[in-house]
């Protein structure tokens, strides 16, 4: 079949570069359309139960992530031209289409009382510029007279104080959203500038665009370092720049088909397929070093190029092939995580390697036939003398001092599994960013101040129609003392609920005194009712706060980023107060909100990665057994690919690098890339066994002939990931370091261990062989 492939491409071979070069304009055209994605990333499957009561609240309420803030430490006496450039800010940035609205000390409202027609209206509390700091101060005393804006707009212990700026639903999830964010933080920078203040800017509007642009700059910055360290290493391997500048393009080609396959299969551009190019560029450069040397190992051997080119393609083609196919499963079985964040990246980089795989398999043997021959100096690179005196000192380690390579693995196993136990399994909203970035420490900096910036969200279903203010308002009562239970974890902003409405409205009603800021009894209740409410502006809107049925009622909190493993144990105590205020049988309360989400998307990820691993393993192990038919020798072949793992682990243990989405996605990738070498020993292997070949003899030529690429692939990858270090992203960062690692250790488990366990499987077959040879003997004796 191999023998019939290779003539099918050195016969025509114009042929196939017109195809491929008509196939990479298509995918091009595609590729030259991708768009980032706007939208949050959709980590839980359709039908998980915390994503169906987020849908639901999203449809009664609208989306909660729509806030960012600007905040700074306003000092103890504001200046008349501090308030005034704040005043200007907001009423700027009111002005921008697609903001909803601007609050601040400066842009908030009051309750006016109209008792001739029963009304309550908000008004704007700062209707122009102070004139005066007489004027200034008498606007100050009214705005700290209003107990409902302490705690959300400024904090009187601390002297900070916030803008908070809610973008319309419409431009939450589109490219609109970038410009209004850059927007935003240019009049901020200006009024920063202008009054001689450090501003802070957070909110999940900026917070995904922020990332979303990182994302942006590393996809690009990852493919060029990607291409420039893959040149240099190519470069030094085989010293051509012609064989460097061919390589490149033809995986370059690859990353073209890539880019065009996220874009035809529908999607865009997130935090995890932007890292498809440049990884594609890393794992397709080692096809290319396989076949170049192999080519050239051939042509060293006869002289004759066309022979030496289909001898390449035919005893490398399988190999390739079936290491490909590992590294591809390695991505595919993200399928089975049902996370559309997953399946996206899994799907497109498992056919994207598959792609490349074609691509370079006919390409560089074209490409190969049309240059010169290989000259002494590009072929002095098969001489390799130092690599050759290593694989020489493991050819001896493996068929003389197994015992030595057995001991070693078991220590550093055991104390890998240590390692392992203790790594911990947390997840933070910010995670991924370092401490010094300027979005973590803003974020950290309006937890200090306001406890938290991050949405959290409680919905109370009372079950039935108007259900929320039946009952002489108990209801009510019941919201408020479930607000006051929650403010008590200390890791909650001031609640924002309808109660906080009626509070404003109930102290308004009663002379404007800020100890009237209070949930009235039933008679105070009934009094608010009876006034019509303008729902024209303001912040506490009641039909935020309520559904049109009046059955919902919504509780609007931020809380602290204080990670999945304290959030889960907060909901747990939370739950049990909950229950005991609203009877489960009379109502359904759920938490829910954007920061939940994602915590509850890590915890899934978790979870369903793992089993995504040991599908893995099972559909690699098939793929093995397409070499050999012995499950022992297969299953036995796995432990060079597991131990890695097992040691990477540890490590992350022992470095206190924690397991979240970014990091144990390493396993999957390792594992698949790290049996690429099981496949090629394994099928040269095989190949000398059929050749007649003894199994030492077999181990001691495979471990040489093979032992040369693996080691130029395991620094090919080792340099390719390592290039992930330079991200702004911690999870990429540990990504590509730990990768890296994983690699290496698999590279040295492949090249000792793998062919260790071949000996002693082989050697303990031969030994009940005699065995059994001598039991013949001896009943022959006997008779």
Not at 104 to 127: G, H, Q
Not at 342 to 366: K, R
């Amino acid at each position: 079949m191999w023998r019939k492939f290779a003539s099918l491409i050195l016969r025509n071979r114009v042929s196939w570069i017109v195809i491929i070069l008509l196939l990479t304009g298509v995918f091009g055209f595609f590729g030259s359309r991708i768009q980032l994605s706007y939208e949050f990333a959709k980590i839980l499957p359709q039908g998980d139960p915390a994503l169906a009561a987020y849908d639901s609240f999203k449809q009664k309420f609208g989306h909660d992530g729509s806030v960012m803030v600007i905040g700074f430490d306003a000092p103890d006496s504001m200046s008349l031209e501090l308030f005034n450039g704040w005043f200007n800010l907001g009423n700027d940035l009111k002005k921008l289409d697609g903001i909803e609205e601007v609050i601040s000390i400066a842009n908030l409202y009051t309750i006016s009382v109209n008792d001739s027609i029963k009304s309550l209206n908000f008004e704007p509390v700062v209707k122009k510029v102070a004139g005066n700091q007489q004027e200034l101060d008498s606007l100050t005393q009214i705005i700290y007279n209003m107990p409902f804006y302490n705690g959300l707009l400024y904090n009187k212990e601390t002297g900070s104080t916030l803008m908070a700026i809610t973008f319309k639903q419409k431009d939450l999830n589109s490219k609109h959203r970038i410009d209004l964010v850059n927007a935003i933080k240019a009049r901020a920078s200006a009024f920063s500038t202008e009054n001689d203040i450090k501003i802070h800017l957070s909110g999940m509007p900026y917070i995904r665009t922020s990332v979303m642009q990182k994302v942006s700059h590393e996809m690009t910055l990852f493919l060029v370092l990607a291409i420039g360290v893959m040149s240099l290493i190519l470069l030094v391997f085989f010293r051509s720049f012609s064989v460097v500048f061919y390589s490149i393009l033809v995986v370059t080609i690859g990353v073209i088909w890539s880019v065009g396959t996220i874009v035809i299969f529908g999607y865009n551009i997130t935090i995890l397929s932007g890292l498809i190019p440049p990884l594609i560029m890393v794992i397709g450069i080692p096809n290319c070093v396989f076949l170049i040397n192999k080519y050239h190992s051939e042509y060293s051997r006869h002289e004759n190029k066309m022979k030496a080119l289909s001898r390449m393609i035919e005893t490398m083609g399988v190999s390739l092939f079936l290491a490909n196919i590992t590294t591809s499963i390695g991505f595919g079985v993200l399928y089975f995580t049902n996370s559309s964040l997953l399946t996206e990246f899994g799907v497109v980089a498992a056919i994207s390697v598959m792609l490349t795989y074609l691509i370079t398999l006919i390409l560089i043997p074209i490409i190969l036939s049309y240059l010169k021959a290989p000259g002494f100096r590009q072929v002095k690179h098969l001489e390799a003398k130092r690599i050759n005196y290593v694989l020489n000192l493991v050819n001896y380690l493996v068929t003389e001092k197994r015992h030595f390579i057995y001991y070693g693995t078991a220590i550093i196993t055991l104390v890998s599994v240590y390692g392992m136990l203790k790594v911990n399994v947390i997840g933070f909203v910010v995670d991924d960013l370092p401490e010094g970035d300027v979005v973590y420490k803003d974020l950290r900096y309006f937890e200090t101040n306001f406890k938290g910036i991050l949405p959290f969200e409680i919905m109370i279903d009372t079950e039935k129609p108007n259900g929320v203010f039946s009952n002489s308002g108990s209801t009510l009562y019941k919201i408020n003392k479930l607000q006051k239970v929650a403010t008590e974890y200390g890791v909650f902003s001031r609640p924002l609920s309808l109660i906080e409405g009626i509070k404003f409205s109930h102290q308004q009603l009663n002379g404007g005194e800020a100890k009237k800021y209070v949930l009235p009894g039933a008679m105070g209740l009934q009094e608010v009712a009876s006034y019509k409410i303008d729902q024209s502006a303001g912040l506490v809107r009641s039909n935020a706060f309520v559904d049109s049925t009046k059955q919902y009622a919504r509780i609007s909190m931020q809380i602290a980023d204080i990670g999945s493993q304290k959030t889960d144990e907060l909901i747990a105590a939370l739950k049990i107060r909950t229950d005991s205020i609203f009877s489960p049988e009379e109502f359904n309360v759920s938490f829910t909100g954007h920061s939940l989400m994602f915590l509850r998307g890590n915890d899934y990820l978790l979870r369903n990665l793992l089993e995504s691993l040991l599908i893995e393993i099972l559909l690699i192990t098939i793929v093995g057994l397409a070499l050999f038919r012995s499950l022992r020798i297969i299953l036995l072949s796995k432990l060079p690919c597991l131990i890695p793992l097992i040691i990477t682990a540890g490590i992350m243990g022992f470095l206190d690098i924690r397991f979240k989405p970014s990091t144990i996605l390493i396993f999957s990738i390792a594992f698949g890339i790290s049996s690429d070498g099981t496949i090629y020993f394994l099928t040269r292997y095989r190949h000398e066994l059929k050749a007649g070949k003894s199994v030492i003899d077999a181990i001691s030529i495979t471990i040489k002939e093979t032992g040369i690429g693996m080691v130029y692939t395991a620094i090919i990858l080792f340099s390719g990931f390592a290039i992930f270090a330079v991200s702004d992203f911690g999870g990429t960062v540990a990504m590509g370091i730990l990768l890296s690692t994983t690699l290496l250790v698999a590279m040295v488990t492949n090249l000792l261990l793998l062919p260790a366990i071949l000996v002693s499987i082989n050697n303990r077959t031969l030994r009940k062989e005699l065995e059994q040879e001598a039991l013949v003997e001896l009943d022959n004796d006997d008779d």
